[in-house]
């Protein structure tokens, strides 16, 4: 049974992709984060495949976490990401490394695998405008999450 959905999964997200101009060359972490919006309960199975891709060198930068037994199955709603994401951005008790790494999650996509391996380097700012630099293409964050990552990058460079 685990095999039949791995291959449905797989070929669910390959369509995906095509339909979305992407193949497994050009698909970036952001594109896998919307994929996994939209079927939150295969994501096990669609792992199969990226971890396959990455591993065969068909695909670069990508990941989908593996998923805990006592992790939750079902995505948050929009509320719920509303309200997480506006403690990460203004909740200044709560320390910077959290907050950053928690909006790139919530908001970007990044799997923590990847978030903690992360150094202040990738977030770069040009023209009073801050890039993130996490994959192939460079990322420009809402206005109050280039705010925190700034406000972080420039704490830990002192």
Same mark, same amino acid.
């Given at each position: =049974?685990?095999?039949?959905?791995?291959?449905?999964?797989?070929?669910?997200?390959? +369509?995906?992709?095509?339909?979305?101009?992407? &193949?497994?060359?050009?698909?970036?972490?952001? !594109?896998?984060?919307?994929?996994?919006?939209?079927?939150?309960?295969?994501?096990?199975?669609?792992? !199969?495949?990226?971890?396959?891709? @990455?591993?065969? $060198?068909?695909?670069?930068?990508?990941?989908?976490?593996?998923?805990? $037994?006592?992790?939750?199955?079902? +995505?948050? !709603?929009? &509320?719920?990401? $509303?309200?997480?994401?506006?403690?990460?951005?203004? &909740?200044?008790?709560?320390? +910077?490394?959290?907050?950053?790494?928690?909006?790139?999650?919530?908001?970007?996509?990044?799997?923590?695998?990847?978030?903690?391996?992360?150094?202040?380097?990738?977030?770069? @700012?040009?023209?009073?405008? @801050?890039?993130?630099?996490?994959?192939?293409?460079?990322?420009?964050?809402?206005? &109050?999450?280039? =705010?925190?990552?700034?406000?972080?990058?420039?704490?830990?460079?002192?």
């Amino acid at each position: =049974m685990s095999a039949r959905r791995s291959v449905k999964a797989a070929i669910d997200f390959l +369509a995906w992709l095509r339909a979305e101009g992407l &193949d497994l060359e050009t698909v970036g972490q952001r !594109d896998v984060g919307r994929w996994l919006e939209g079927v939150p309960t295969t994501q096990q199975y669609t792992r !199969d495949l990226v971890l396959w891709a @990455v591993r065969t $060198k068909r695909a670069a930068n990508i990941s989908i976490p593996a998923r805990h $037994k006592n992790a939750p199955s079902q +995505a948050l !709603d929009e &509320d719920e990401r $509303k309200e997480i994401a506006h403690r990460l951005l203004h &909740d200044d008790r709560l320390d +910077a490394r959290d907050r950053v790494g928690g909006l790139l999650n919530l908001l970007c996509a990044q799997p923590f695998s990847v978030i903690i391996r992360l150094t202040v380097e990738p977030v770069v @700012v040009r023209e009073e405008r @801050v890039i993130l630099l996490l994959g192939k293409e460079p990322l420009e964050p809402s206005p &109050d999450l280039a =705010m925190t990552s700034w406000r972080y990058r420039d704490q830990r460079r002192r």
